[in-house]
Structures are given as structure tokens and as C-alpha cells.
């Protein structure tokens, strides 16, 4: 199993910067894809953007392209979520995921092991 720590979330204007970390423990071996998605208040979770674990490949949902870039310091065994140009719309609940599987999906069922979460509040 793999345990999965996200922080740097926060309330921030419109325009504004955050950058995201998810620190990954245990089996982290096992991981091949790292995902992060989101949730607002009564929406259903979606995807924001993944990453190969051995760095490289990397996708992201068209309404963050140009806003956000992932990134991992496998030496660290945490990947980041830097994020520009915030919008209220980009207000949720941001957490990131793990994967053993091979392919890089866009749905969070495919996905092995979650974090718990951070906040990111946008206002306008």
C-alpha cells in the first residue's frame, strides 16, 4: 500500500499562485502513475492532470493546460502541483492518487491509493 500526504492548499485571490505537493510513503515502488484531481461542493470528482512516476509523460485536463504544470522529485517521492492564473472556478478540494497500472487514466476509479485532500479556495 502506499500512503499519500497532500499540503500547500490555501485561500487565494483570483490571478493568484499555489503549488500543490503530495508526498508518497510505503510501497512507493509499486507506483507508476500519480495523478491529481478535484472536487467542488457537490460535483463530482474529475481530473486534473497526471504524471509517469519515472517523470516524463504527462497529461492534463484541457480546462488547467497553460495554468498548471506537474511535476516529481523522485528523490523526494512527492509530486507537486504548481498552479497560475487561479480562478474561482478552480475553488475544490484537490487530491492527489496513485497508480500500479501501466496506462495513465483520466477516472478515478482506476486509481489504487488516495490522499486525504487539501483545500484551494479562489476568491474573486
Known amino acids: 500500500q502506499v500512503q499519500l500526504v497532500e499540503s500547500g492548499g490555501g485561500l487565494v485571490q483570483t490571478g493568484g499562485s499555489l503549488r500543490l505537493s503530495c508526498a508518497a510513503s510505503?510501497?512507493?515502488?509499486?507506483?507508476?502513475?500519480m495523478g491529481w484531481f478535484r472536487q467542488a461542493p457537490g460535483k463530482e470528482r474529475e481530473f486534473v492532470t497526471a504524471?509517469?512516476?519515472?517523470?516524463?509523460?504527462?497529461h492534463y485536463a484541457d480546462f488547467v493546460k497553460g495554468r498548471f504544470t506537474i511535476s516529481i522529485n523522485n528523490a523526494k517521492n512527492t509530486v507537486y502541483l504548481q498552479m497560475n492564473s487561479l480562478k474561482p472556478e478552480d475553488t475544490a478540494v484537490y487530491y492527489c492518487?496513485?497508480?500500479?497500472?501501466?496506462?495513465?487514466?483520466?477516472?478515478?476509479?482506476?486509481?489504487?491509493?488516495w490522499g486525504q485532500g487539501t483545500q484551494v479556495t479562489v476568491s474573486s
Open positions: 510505503g510501497r512507493t515502488f509499486s507506483i507508476n502513475v
Open positions: 492518487a496513485a497508480r500500479r497500472g501501466l496506462i495513465v487514466p483520466f477516472t478515478s476509479l482506476e486509481y489504487d491509493d
Open positions: 504524471i509517469r512516476w519515472s517523470g516524463g509523460s504527462t
